[in-house]
């Protein structure tokens, strides 16, 4: 599973990194870290941490999911790990 986070859009609410701790995380006050190769076994937590996102900066890309099924899913949370930081 793929995720990306829109870090124009993240406000830093840390709703992701509370509820998704392994994916997730705050880096000082407003900063987000995050995976974006996240493992599947994190499926359910990041769809809940995307889904609690305020501003909807989070989207899951399944084209990981078994059967090759595609589906690009806006969801809701805040922003990046591999080396990524966002302001807001």
């Excluded at 090759?68 to 899913?73: F, L, Q």
Aim: glycine content about 10%; some cysteine; hydrophobic content about 45%.
């Amino acid at each position: 599973m793929r995720l990306v986070v829109d870090l124009n859009r993240c406000q830093g609410y840390a709703q992701c990194a509370f509820l998704a701790p392994d994916v997730f995380a705050m880096h000082g006050d407003e900063g987000l870290l995050y995976d974006p190769q996240a493992e599947e076994a994190q499926r359910e937590r990041v769809a809940q941490a995307a889904a609690a996102c305020p501003v909807q900066a989070i989207l899951v890309d399944d084209l990981d999911r078994p059967g090759g099924a595609s589906a690009r899913t806006p969801a809701a949370a805040t922003a990046g790990a591999g080396g990524e930081a966002s302001d807001g």
